[in-house]
DNA sequence: TCAAGATTGATGCAGCTGCATTTATTGGGC
DNA sequence: GCCCAATAAATGCAGCTGCATCAATCTTGA
């Protein structure tokens, strides 16, 4: 190959994507094997339980959980009906808008939601913190968020008790 | 909150692994949109005509394909399934293992991979090459390349003709 | 007031994924 | 040669995802 040859994108772009793609892959399985084996439901449920224990009184409506956690709306619809029927949340009625409703979670959603933080805060750092200072994490945070432009909300939360994922 | 209070993870490193997640979504979201606007089929499509179409006579083994793309033996066996419906490939038989195959990429899907990668060069550009200098991408492969420990094979092809995901 | 349109949430269907199993073939040890 | 573990590939099944659509309710504007 001649010199300098000129490609658009460039191969350094060209890597930076791949490595994007593959590792957030293999980081994310090694992740969620660990929860997985450790007996706990998918990474979904997980920051669902989240939103909802973080609301002033442990209810949302479905449509603002679906704002939070930027998924579309049946998936939302799906969700939360896994988490009824595992009794981790339960389905309130709405008197001022009879077409939505409230979900709330349960104590059981609560307990959960801590045991799983334990592990997945665990994995997060078995997988991501063992090979990151925290100065290199602040630099890929600040190379990541110049890709998707404003990643604002995600600040927030962290400090308290988990992480959203997604 | 207090002073200096040390969390495991940090919250640095906790903020990284949600910009790895939800960047990543966002960015391979808007380049695969972009593809099926134009009408094309499934990056994990394309990644494998790559790969036929760089091997040496344009045929490989069913159990190759997966070695290279990191996918499950079910997965390559669907996925060449589709790719000979759709007239991309064809099987050959493989006289010297009779439980084996050879898998030979067609004109028709050397052409679509072509076409593809113009579309899906294009798309990189304009999601991940227009944001970030080629300095810049050379950082960031630094970084994540920590968390994947040697993502070395990616290196490789990407200066001939395409890039595969995954 | 009431019809038209927007919003909330559920659901039928098709396609894809993972898991486990099945079928066919190979190769190694006895 | 023969048996048995290992390998190559396919497939039935369950669960999840996206798409389109549906029913119910709310809101708006003439």
Redesign the pocket.
């Known amino acids: 190959m001649g010199v300098a040859m000129k490609r658009r994108p460039s191969s350094e772009v060209t890597a930076a994507w791949i490595r994007l793609m593959r590792i957030r892959s293999r980081v994310l399985d090694a992740v969620e094997l660990d929860l997985k084996k450790a007996g706990f439901p998918?990474l979904?449920w997980y920051d669902a339980l989240l939103e909802l224990s973080r609301a002033p009184s442990g209810e949302m409506?479905?449509?603002e959980l679906?704002k939070q956690m930027l998924?579309?709306?049946?998936?939302t619809?799906?969700?939360?009906?896994?988490l009824v029927d595992e009794g981790l949340a339960v389905?309130r009625e709405?008197k001022i808008?009879?077409?939505?409703?409230f979900v709330e979670i349960t104590e059981a959603g609560r307990e959960l939601q801590k045991k799983m933080w334990s592990a997945y805060s665990a994995a997060i750092e078995k997988h991501v913190g063992s090979k990151l200072s925290d100065a290199d994490a602040v630099r890929l945070c600040g190379l990541l968020d110049r890709l998707g432009c404003s990643c604002d909300e995600a600040e927030a939360g962290v400090a308290r008790d988990g992480a959203p994922a997604r």
Not at 71 to 75: G, H, K, L, N
Not at 97 to 101: E, F, P
Request: proline residues 12%.
């Open positions: 998918p979904a409506r479905p449509v679906e998924i579309p709306q049946y998936s619809s799906r969700l939360i009906e896994r389905r709405c808008d009879k077409r939505g409703q």
